[in-house]
C-alpha cells in the first residue's frame, strides 16, 4: 500500500513540474576563455501551453565584467519535455571578462507569464540556473601592465599643421588614432605622451568610440588621444617612438603596434614676445575688483531666490500631482479593462503577427464580449465561417512544426473588425428590442 501510494505521490509531482515553466542557461563558449574575450550566455525559458506576453529579462551586473543585453528581439523556440511539447523564448547577454580569474553568474530572477490553465494568464517566477566560467591571461602576456586581445590592431597619426615649417611660439596637435577589431574600446590602454625640453605639453580627453553589431558583438573599438606641443624655444627636436603591445587571436602571440621617432626643426621667431610679468595692482584695480565681487554676490543671491522659488513651485506641483494620482490611476485601470482596449491590444498583436500573443488577446476578448460562455461555444454561436476559419489558421498554428510558413495575421485582423462592427449592430438591435450585450461599460 505504501509503495502504491509513493507511485501515486511520484506521478503528482511530475504532473505539477511539467505545468510549469523550465528555464535553462549555458555559455558559449564555456571553457579556455581569455580576458577581454566575448562570452554570450544564452537563456532559454520554456512554457507549457504558451505565453501571454514576453518574459520579464533583466539587465545585471558582474564584479570586474562587462555585461551587454544585445537590443534586438528573443528568439522563439519549442522542444519536448516528457510527453508535453513546450514552446520557448531564448535571450542572450554577452559578457566580457576585465581581469583574470573565476566569474560567477549572480541569482537571476524572471517573471514569465503564460495560459497554465487557458485562457487565464499565470506569472510565474522562475531562477537562472547558477554559472561561471574562467578567464586567464596567456603565460606570455603576463608581464604586461595591460592585456589588450584582438584579431587586428592598427595605430596611426596625424599633425596640424605639418611639422615641416614650425617655428618658436607654435602650437602642433598630434592626433593618434589606435583600431582594434572585435573588442571593446575601453580596454585600449592610455598612451603615454613625451617629449624633450623646450617643449611643453598639454593633453586632453580620450574619444573612446566603438562599432556594435545587432546583437551586441564588437566589430571594433577605437580610442582617439589628442596632445598639444607648444614650441618654447627654436632647435632641433626629437620625440620618442611609441609601442603597444597586443596578443593576436590568430597566431595566439604577441605582437607590437608603433609609431616611429619623429624630428623635426623650429626655426627662430623674431616676432615672438617673452612673456610678461603680471602687472602691479593699484587702486583703481582694487576699486574695479571689489565692484566686480559685489556684483558677483548680488548675483548668487538672485539665483539662490531663484532656486527657492523653483523649489516652492515644483513642491506644489508633487502635492497636486499626489492628490490626483489615484484618480488617474483608478481612469486607466476602467480604460484598459473596456472593450475597446482588449480589442485594440488583440489587433495590434494579429498586425504583428504575433500568434501566441494574438490567441491570448482573442481569449480575453471573446471573454469580455461574451462573460460565462466557454470560447468553443463562442466561436460556433457568433464567429462567422471566415473568422471560425481565421481562429482555426491562427490555433494550428501554434503548434505547428519549427521550420513551417509563419502565421501573418493580416486577415485575421480584417475578419475580427467585420466581426466587432456586426456585433456593434446586434447589440443596438438588441437595445431596441429591451436586450443588452454590453461591449463597452
Not at 237 to 264: D, K, M
Not at 290 to 309: E, P
Request: aromatic share 10%; hydrophobic share 40%; charged share 15%.
Amino acid at each position: 500500500m505504501k509503495r502504491f501510494l509513493l507511485i501515486i505521490f511520484l506521478c503528482a509531482s511530475l504532473h505539477v513540474a511539467a505545468q510549469s515553466p523550465v528555464v535553462r542557461a549555458h555559455f558559449e563558449p564555456s571553457h579556455n576563455i581569455m580576458v577581454g574575450q566575448p562570452v554570450k550566455l544564452i537563456v532559454s525559458v520554456f512554457v507549457p501551453n504558451y505565453f501571454t506576453g514576453s518574459p520579464d529579462f533583466p539587465e545585471f551586473e558582474m564584479e570586474n565584467a562587462v555585461v551587454v543585453m544585445p537590443q534586438d528581439r528573443p528568439e522563439n523556440s519549442n522542444t519536448q519535455i516528457g510527453d508535453a511539447k513546450y514552446f520557448g523564448i531564448a535571450q542572450t547577454y554577452v559578457i566580457y571578462p576585465q581581469q583574470a580569474g573565476d566569474f560567477h553568474l549572480p541569482t537571476i530572477k524572471l517573471s514569465v507569464p503564460y495560459a497554465k490553465t487557458p485562457p487565464q494568464t499565470t506569472t510565474a517566477q522562475v531562477v537562472v540556473p547558477s554559472l561561471s566560467f574562467h578567464a586567464d591571461v596567456p603565460a606570455a602576456a603576463r608581464g604586461l601592465s595591460y592585456f589588450l586581445p584582438t584579431t587586428q590592431l592598427t595605430i596611426a597619426e596625424k599633425w596640424s599643421p605639418s611639422l615641416k615649417k614650425v617655428q618658436a611660439g607654435d602650437t602642433i596637435e598630434r592626433t593618434i588614432t589606435i583600431t582594434a577589431s572585435k573588442m571593446q574600446a575601453m580596454l585600449i590602454p592610455p598612451l603615454q605622451f613625451a617629449a624633450p625640453d623646450g617643449l611643453r605639453i598639454y593633453g586632453s580627453e580620450p574619444v573612446v568610440r566603438e562599432q556594435k553589431t545587432p546583437r551586441g558583438d564588437f566589430i571594433y573599438g577605437q580610442r582617439v588621444e589628442t596632445a598639444k606641443y607648444y614650441i618654447e624655444k627654436p632647435g632641433p627636436y626629437t620625440l620618442p617612438a611609441i609601442e603597444l603591445q597586443w596578443w593576436n587571436l590568430n597566431t595566439h602571440r604577441l605582437a607590437t603596434a608603433s609609431l616611429p621617432a619623429i624630428s623635426f626643426q623650429a626655426a627662430a621667431n623674431p616676432g615672438l614676445v617673452a612673456e610678461l610679468p603680471p602687472p602691479q595692482r593699484n587702486e583703481q584695480t582694487v576699486q574695479a575688483q571689489t565692484k566686480k565681487a559685489a556684483i558677483h554676490w548680488r548675483r548668487i543671491a538672485l539665483i539662490t531666490l531663484q532656486g527657492i522659488l523653483c523649489f516652492a513651485v515644483t513642491f506644489l506641483g508633487y502635492l497636486a500631482v499626489r492628490a490626483l494620482a489615484p484618480y488617474a490611476v483608478a481612469l486607466r485601470n476602467k480604460q484598459q479593462q473596456s472593450e475597446s482596449a482588449y480589442f485594440h491590444r488583440l489587433l495590434h498583436a494579429a498586425k504583428k503577427d504575433d500568434a501566441q500573443l494574438s490567441y491570448a488577446h482573442l481569449l480575453q476578448w471573446f471573454g469580455r464580449v461574451y462573460p460565462n460562455q466557454p470560447f468553443s461555444e463562442v466561436v460556433a454561436l457568433h464567429a462567422t465561417p471566415d473568422l471560425r476559419a481565421q481562429i482555426s489558421e491562427l490555433t494550428g498554428s501554434l503548434y505547428r512544426e519549427t521550420g513551417s510558413s509563419q502565421w501573418t495575421g493580416g486577415s485575421f485582423a480584417k475578419e475580427l473588425q467585420k466581426f466587432r462592427a456586426t456585433a456593434v449592430a446586434r447589440r443596438t438591435r438588441a437595445q431596441t428590442h429591451g436586450s443588452l450585450v454590453e461591449l463597452n461599460p
